[in-house]
């Protein structure tokens, strides 16, 4: 799924060590379409090396192309929305396109609106 607009927000990075001794790093985002209505979609990029990638900076016009997931946490259910791929909107294009190369649709995708939770609520993610 994609959803392209503004970031009109950076979150403070979250991390830690897994339960297998690895160090683990995310990063979560807010961005806002430009619909009449504009809808705002919170995501996360998992992994230093992902988040150092994306480079994802206050501002920017992106387009995000994302997985969502469900997990059950004692007897409630959160939703996770991962990015695995941004683009910059608008931005320079190589001369010659690979040919066969996907071309995203810059339509937004309708998105239900989040609410910023409590920071010092006791969740494990």
């Excluded at 990075?13 to 009449?36: F, L, M």
């Excluded at 990029?45 to 059950?72: C, H, P, Y």
């Amino acid at each position: 799924m994609e959803f392209t607009g503004k970031i009109i927000a950076i979150l403070q990075p979250r991390g830690g060590v897994s339960r297998s001794g690895n160090e683990w790093k995310a990063q979560e985002y807010v961005i806002e379409d430009h619909g009449q209505y504009p809808r705002k979609m919170c995501f996360d990029v998992f992994g230093a090396d992902k988040i150092e990638q994306f480079n994802i900076q206050m501002g920017e016009e992106l387009t995000v192309s994302f997985d969502i997931d469900a997990r059950q946490w004692q007897d409630r259910w959160f939703n996770s929305i991962r990015a695995w791929k941004v683009e910059r909107v608008g931005a320079a294009q190589p001369a010659a396109p690979m040919a066969g190369a996907p071309v995203p649709p810059p339509a937004p995708t309708a998105a239900p609106e989040f609410m910023a939770g409590d920071a010092n609520d006791d969740l494990p993610f």
